[in-house]
């Protein structure tokens, strides 16, 4: 699977867009970019993802290089409930490859 | 729909003992997951399925024990407890949405459990 590489925390403040970079400078061509999100305690949320071309749904958007070897995930306009650990996650699309693995993901703290 | 139930929500438990943490789906999801949080970490994979009768080892697996009987359930056992399994378990069910390779993930609440 490809590695993915996130800065360990960021903080944004209320309101602002908040911009989480993520780093998959080895995927291969059949693998998706996944976010979630964990906010303190609960279960994991999906919130978006993509392949080749940038995404947007009602939680947030998706942009994706040319090259696929990195992605932001955008929080228009983040709020305090924001506030999570975010994970990006990428992984093939077939069979039991589809499995995710999550790794250490960003800290989001919103400001108010 | 009430999603992916999981339970116990919280269960302690002492060295050898044994036990089953239940999780059950009710959106008809082909594919389902446990997976374990340590304090700090990520989520790690136990076991998985990709359907009724299939199941198949993750990153984690020794010390856990998986069936999948029905599309509904996909029960985790603790053959005999060891305080490393202290952690916070989730399952996870999800589908692969039409036309995509994409496997999106509903999460359950959680089961945190500690072993003495």
């Known amino acids: 699977d490809a590695k993915t590489t996130q800065p360990t925390s960021m903080d944004c403040a209320e309101g602002r867009a908040a911009n989480l970079p993520c780093n998959h400078s080895?995927?291969?061509?059949?693998?998706?970019v996944y976010w979630y999100r964990q906010i303190h305690s609960q279960g994991p949320q999906y919130i978006i993802h993509?392949?080749?071309n940038n995404e947007t749904n009602e939680m947030a958007s998706l942009i994706i290089t040319e090259d696929r070897k990195s992605s932001t995930l955008i929080l228009p306009h983040a709020t305090l409930r924001d506030t999570a650990v975010y994970y990006c996650?990428?992984?093939?699309?077939?069979?039991?490859?589809?499995?995710?693995?999550f790794g250490s993901g960003t800290q989001l703290t919103v400001l108010p | 729909n009430a999603g992916v139930t999981q339970t116990p929500k919280f269960q302690v438990l002492k060295t050898g003992q044994s036990m089953t943490l239940q999780c059950a789906q009710d959106?008809?999801?082909?594919?389902m997951s446990w997976y374990r949080q340590d304090p700090g970490m990520g989520l790690r994979l136990i076991h998985y399925?990709?359907?009724?009768?299939?199941?198949d080892q993750g990153e984690v697996p020794n010390g856990y024990n998986v069936s999948r009987s029905t599309t509904e359930d996909f029960p985790l056992r603790l053959l005999s407890a060891a305080p490393s399994q202290t952690s916070v378990y989730f399952c996870?069910?999800?589908?692969?949405?039409?036309?995509?390779?994409?496997?999106?993930?509903?999460f359950g609440a959680g089961s945190r459990l500690t072993v003495l």
């Open positions: 959106m008809n999801h082909e594919y």
């Open positions: 996650i990428v992984r093939a699309s077939r069979g039991s490859a589809r499995q995710l693995t």
């Open positions: 399925s990709v359907g009724a009768g299939i199941t």
């Open positions: 996870a069910s999800s589908y692969v949405p039409r036309g995509s390779g994409a496997n999106v993930l509903t």
């Open positions: 993509g392949l080749k």
């Open positions: 080895t995927i291969s061509g059949n693998e998706y």
